[in-house]
């Protein structure tokens, strides 16, 4: 245990860990010191000085976030001072932030606002420097806005880019009045090495990053008599919605989720997680397909590990970072995209509605899923195949604007068919999950047993951990899998971006060698989604990932291969899977793209 | 390979791959190049694994390391206050008026670019300027034109 640092705080003793800040100290004495560059996932900056308290013994103000404590400190922060010089400080900051705050896709959700309204900023002592400042709105991408205009340049975005994410799409550059959060030569977002993540977005203080918004054309679709609008929500959103509409964190809102959806006009309530269990029976196919390639048919163009391919943010990364690893790439689209093809196929055929009326919408915690829906390649069934993503945040919205009081609406269950999905199918929204449902089918598919693991809970492979690692040794197999008797299949999981970098170069140095790893782009898996409701740390992450496993043990089924409408679709439709089918619907290819 | 992709590959196994040696990679191309291109930054980013936009932003931090292209001979005129007060402003008038361009350009050859900077530290010897690493100071707006001739006539 570390040394224990005595100091008082406006008077009040306290003694914590000497590698302790004051913000952390004052914490422990439940004084709350304003905050605008700090976030607890973040590097300390200290380049805001909105935290700035008084020292006895030092003229200066210091940065607590930025500053240890020490022995005999004495630490006060709410004398005149300090309050005054905080509300210079804030007032500095709006000087260069475009307030339009009445008109901003932030308003009501932004740290600066929140903080101008606690220290009653009412007048404008000091010029406004926006009109003369040289900024851009970048509007350019489908899945992020980027403007400069509302940036107070604290840095939470960059850092988050390069500690979190290892991508480095956005940096520093320039000086002075003139500094600026900009890409490469200040292209567009839409240009650059952006996996669309969001992660900016959930860690932007204010409305500089935001998504792009499609709840107008949503509301238009619904409004269309000829549209039948069908809306598929992914198994993270059920976790994160209470949160955007007044509930605790990690409160799941299934049922009242779906009421919603219908009083708020879609025509079909469907459920991502049907296809993540599709996504199960195709991708465990696959890795079994591979498996057999290397094993026994000694090929050695076969590509180990194969690679999850749900995470669009993570594809888009080996896009750009690791093109010579995409035939490792599971060739099955995300869950999204796999329903978008079916929702104007399968399921127009099986409502009896022409596929060109069709608008299928999709609720998702995440950004990426915007771009991933219009990437060029994705209209297999001869349309686009999802016409409009929206994000967990935007469908709070819609219910906002819809007047309805979520507390109180009754709950309801999906529309079918495409609307039942097993627990499997909603661990997806957790980092290793997956991993988790893929290892419950496979392993029964090859033994004919379920996982050994106690009430199917693969607990190796859960948690928030950057990297996890779990090995699976397959014994009795069944006859037509019997190659894999003895074999130890072994997987990693991993979360964040950077963790992925981590995990692509111990496997690119030969450190390490899997059949099968999972990646997903933002931290803790879709549940820590950029879509997701503002604010976001482990904390908050935990609870939703403790919301994801409890859905997953109340639900009846909990195996993919055992959800009937999985068998249903593959008996009627699909044939099998890796069938002729499913791979013109299911399936996809990948690009090599540019490196900056 | 080509010639830019020699020079970056040069100057990094000269100076190491760790970042604190991108300002001396940096500086290196701007000796041979005057300017850092896209193409050039890029290959800087590849060779250090360091994101193209945080090598981008750390050149654009410097004026001394432009992003922008330059001519082969970068006049730099001290815009401080010393060098101001002793008539900078009759200097850049008669570099305009000698090179037919205006400050912030770059001639059709490709020979000159006319710039302003800050302090020089020879405000003892105002008016200053520098052509690349040369420093010339009591100018004159007929003395800089003697100057700029001979730069001229030099290939």
């Not at chain 2, 930054?41 to 432009?66: H, Q, R």
Request: negative net charge; hydrophobic residues 35%; charged residues 25%.
């Amino acid at each position: 245990m570390s040394n224990m640092v005595n100091l008082t705080i406006n008077g009040i003793a306290v003694s914590v860990e000497e590698d302790k800040t004051i913000l952390e100290a004052a914490k422990e004495l439940h004084i709350k010191i304003p905050t605008l560059c700090y976030h607890k996932d973040l590097c300390v900056a200290g380049n805001c000085r909105v935290c700035v308290v008084e020292q006895v013994g030092n003229h200066k103000l210091v940065a607590s976030c930025a500053t240890p404590v020490s022995e005999g400190m004495e630490i006060n922060t709410n004398t005149l001072k300090v309050r005054n010089c905080r509300k210079h400080i804030i007032e500095l900051l709006l000087t260069e932030h475009r307030e339009e705050c009445t008109k901003c896709y932030r308003n009501g959700h932004c740290e600066l606002q929140e903080l101008s309204a606690e220290y009653q900023i009412t007048n404008q002592d000091f010029i406004d420097l926006v009109p003369d400042k040289n900024y851009t709105i970048d509007m350019l991408s489908p899945a992020i806005e980027k403007d400069d205009s509302k940036c107070i340049r604290c840095q939470r975005c960059v850092r988050t880019c390069a500690e979190i994410q290892s991508v480095g799409a956005i940096a520093v550059a320039h000086k002075g009045s003139e500094m600026k959060i900009s890409t490469f030569f200040d292209r567009s977002l839409d240009e650059v090495v952006c996996t669309n993540c969001g992660q900016c977005i959930v860690h932007c203080p204010t409305g500089a990053l935001t998504e792009k918004s499609y709840v107008e054309k949503v509301w238009d679709a619904i409004a269309d008599p000829e549209a039948h609008v069908v809306v598929q929500t992914a198994p993270a959103v059920r976790v994160g919605l209470g949160e955007e509409l007044g509930l605790g964190s990690g409160t799941r809102v299934t049922e009242k989720m779906v009421s919603a959806l219908r009083r708020l006009g879609f025509d079909s309530v469907l459920d991502t997680n049907f296809t993540a269990d599709l996504t199960i029976m195709e991708e465990g196919t696959e890795l079994l397909t591979r498996l057999k390639r290397a094993l026994v048919e000694d090929d050695p163009d076969v590509a180990l590990p194969m690679a999850t391919s749900c995470s669009p943010g993570w594809v888009k990364y080996i896009e750009h970072k690791y093109p010579e690893y995409l035939p490792n790439l599971s060739t099955c689209k995300s869950p999204q995209q796999m329903f978008g093809a079916l929702a104007k196929t399968y399921y127009a055929k099986n409502i009896k509605v022409a596929p060109e009326n069709i608008v299928s919408v999709s609720i998702m915690p995440c950004t990426a899923k915007k771009f991933e829906a219009n990437r060029p390649e994705m209209k297999d069934s001869g349309y686009k195949d999802v016409d409009f993503v929206l994000t967990t945040r935007e469908l709070a919205v819609m219910i906002r604007q819809a007047g309805i009081e979520f507390e109180k609406l009754n709950d309801e269950s999906f529309d079918s068919i495409m609307g039942i999905g097993s627990g499997a199918g909603v661990i997806f929204g957790a980092t290793g999950g997956v991993m988790e449902a893929a290892l419950r089918t496979a392993y029964e598919i090859v033994t004919g047993r379920e996982v050994p693991f106690d009430n199917l809970e693969i607990t190796p492979v859960r948690g928030l951990e950057g990297v996890k690692e779990a090995t699976v040794k397959i014994e009795g197999t069944v006859k037509e899998w019997d190659f894999l008797e003895g074999v130890e299949l072994k997987c990693a999981v991993t979360n964040g971006l950077e963790n992925a970098h981590q995990l692509m170069e111990a496997i690119k140095r030969g450190d390490k060698f899997y059949h099968f790893i999972e990646i997903m782009a933002c931290p803790g898996g879709c549940l820590g989604g950029g879509g997701q409701p503002f604010p976001v740390d482990n904390e908050i992450r935990l609870k939703r990932m403790e919301a994801i496993y409890a859905e997953d043990r109340d639900l009846p089924i909990r195996k993919s291969h055992e959800n009937p409408e999985i068998i249903q679709i593959y008996k009627e439709f699909l044939e099998k899977p890796l069938s002729h089918k499913s791979h013109k619907l299911l399936h996809t290819s990948y690009v090599k793209r540019e490196q900056y | 390979m080509d010639f830019h992709e020699k020079l970056v590959q040069n100057l990094v196994f000269k100076h190491g791959k760790d970042r604190e040696n991108l300002l001396p990679i940096l500086q290196g191309v701007i000796d041979q190049e005057r300017y850092l291109s896209e193409e050039v930054i890029l290959k800087i980013s590849k060779e250090m694994s360091i994101p193209a936009a945080d090598v981008y932003g750390t050149a654009s931090f410097y004026s001394f390391l432009d992003i922008e292209p330059r001519g082969k001979f970068v006049i730099r005129v001290c815009k401080t206050i010393t060098c101001a007060m002793k008539g900078k402003n009759q200097i850049i008038q008669s570099i305009e008026n000698f090179l037919k361009i205006k400050v912030g350009e770059t001639t059709i050859d490709k020979k000159f670019t006319i710039l302003q900077t800050n302090c020089l530290g020879w405000c003892h010897k105002a008016p200053a300027m520098l052509i690349n690493d040369e420093i010339y100071t009591e100018l004159t707006p007929e003395s800089v034109v003697d100057i700029l001739r001979e730069y001229k006539e030099e290939n």
